[in-house]
């Protein structure tokens, strides 16, 4: 009889989670009334999954957003600045929609004081390199809507404009990375 080789199977996986319904965009913004009470469901679909680290973007909305699921299990949440949300630009634009469709297909395309989309990918697929190298096997990872929809691409380059008008307040993605291999399925929508 052939012997089969059973190695050990590294499995880690990271919820990606964009932020509850909030007031506005600015840092400060807080949850409304409604995000407030979706962060409460989203602590109970999350408490049974086993999380042993939860990093978040310093923005408020985030962390009000798992702030419940952090105090059930009792685990610190850690901010990261590298989890905000992307600048698309530091001037106003008028026509800020069709120029954030734009930096879908040109990734390197840039507006006065922004990010290009590869610079803001690079900056959230850093934070997920450094969990995939952790002892940490369940990582919470709160952020914002395009800094998320990028990381999707990232794993996805077919991920677009459109999906991006479709994720929702709250949104839950499951990445799974077992022995290299990354899978992403969405496992919750507000």
Known sequence: MERINIGVILLKKIYLIRHCEAEGQPPEAKLTERGLKQALELSWFLSDR????????????????????AQRLNIEIKTDQRLIERVLSTTNLSDWFEKLKTTFDDLELKFE?????QEAMKRIVEVLEEVFNSESKKTIIVTHGNILSLLLKYFNNDFGFEDWRNLSNPDVFLLKNEDNKVTIERIWKG
């Open 50 to 69: 086993k999380i042993d680290r939860i990093i978040a973007s310093p923005y408020k909305r985030a962390i009000q957003s798992i702030q419940p699921l």
């Open 113 to 117: 004081g922004g990010e290009s989309s």
